[in-house]
């Protein structure tokens, strides 16, 4: 009578895989020593613990936390290997979201677990240990609507520290003026700082971000870093991605 059901409810997702390489290129362009994460329409906030699980990429060194009980993998397709650059310090967590799930919460986490179907063990030991990161980290979530919370989550970020905002296919539930505003947000914030932006959306979904000739709905994603500094825009597609970032082809140099 309190809670709907969870119809797929959050699960490790695979986007870490494609956003840890993303966000240590993106602090390697500005020589950034920290970032601060901010990720929009976060759900339960598990992407915020990128930096804390264990990766590992086809024919590529491993990255991230070796020990941590959330391993994920990613084939690389295509001649660039995934960087092999750690991610620098992570200094603030913020998720926003019109209607975040704080797993710190014993009977939020309690009902999701109630959620998952009863013949995927395997998806319920994951969900498990993907809660116990998270509540680990204890990531600040913020309700209400994305756009608007944007800059006072960019504030919260401390002025020594790169904000890097992630969108990973959150966009394409916002209708394409929507998409705009978010980016003219962005920009309005970069306005006394830098700030980037790492998104993992669909082709042609995330603004700015050239297609690089591929078809809409063709099956795959594309990897978009954005950096924000003051008047000026610099965004490039830095890699495709497929099954929601479980193929990686990285297209930049190392």
Not at 70 to 95: D, E, K, N, W, Y
Not at 107 to 135: K, Q, S
Request: one cysteine or more; a positive charge; charged letters at 20%.
């Amino acid at each position: 009578m309190s809670r709907s059901t969870q119809r797929n409810p959050p699960t490790p997702t695979q986007a870490r895989a494609v956003l840890y390489p993303a966000i240590a290129e993106a602090a390697r362009r500005v020589s950034a020593n920290a970032v601060g994460l901010i990720d929009v329409g976060c759900g339960a906030g598990f992407d915020l613990t990128v930096d804390r699980v264990g990766l590992t990429y086809r024919n590529g060194p491993p990255l991230g936390d070796p020990h941590s009980p959330v391993q994920l993998s990613s084939a690389i397709v295509g001649r660039h290997p995934a960087p092999a650059r750690a991610m620098p310090q992570v200094r603030t967590r913020i998720g926003i979201d019109s209607d975040p799930i704080d797993v710190t919460d014993p009977a939020v986490a309690g009902w999701l677990r109630d959620c998952v179907p009863p013949d995927r063990p395997d998806l319920l030991a994951r969900l498990a240990a993907d809660i116990a990161l998270t509540t680990a980290i204890t990531p600040l979530l913020r309700r209400g609507d994305p756009i608007d919370l944007l800059p006072d989550a960019i504030a919260r970020v401390p002025a020594d520290t790169l904000p890097v905002v992630t969108t990973s296919w959150a966009l394409s539930r916002f209708p394409r003026d929507r998409r705009q505003r978010f980016l003219h947000r962005l920009d309005e914030s970069a306005a006394g700082r830098v700030i980037a932006w790492v998104s993992a959306e669909g082709v042609g979904v995330a603004p700015a971000i050239p297609t690089l000739g591929d078809r809409h709905a063709s099956g795959h994603s594309i990897l978009g870093l954005a950096i924000f500094d003051g008047a000026a825009l610099r965004a490039e597609a830095i890699g495709r991605c497929w099954s929601r970032g479980r193929m990686l082809s990285w297209l930049t140099g190392t």
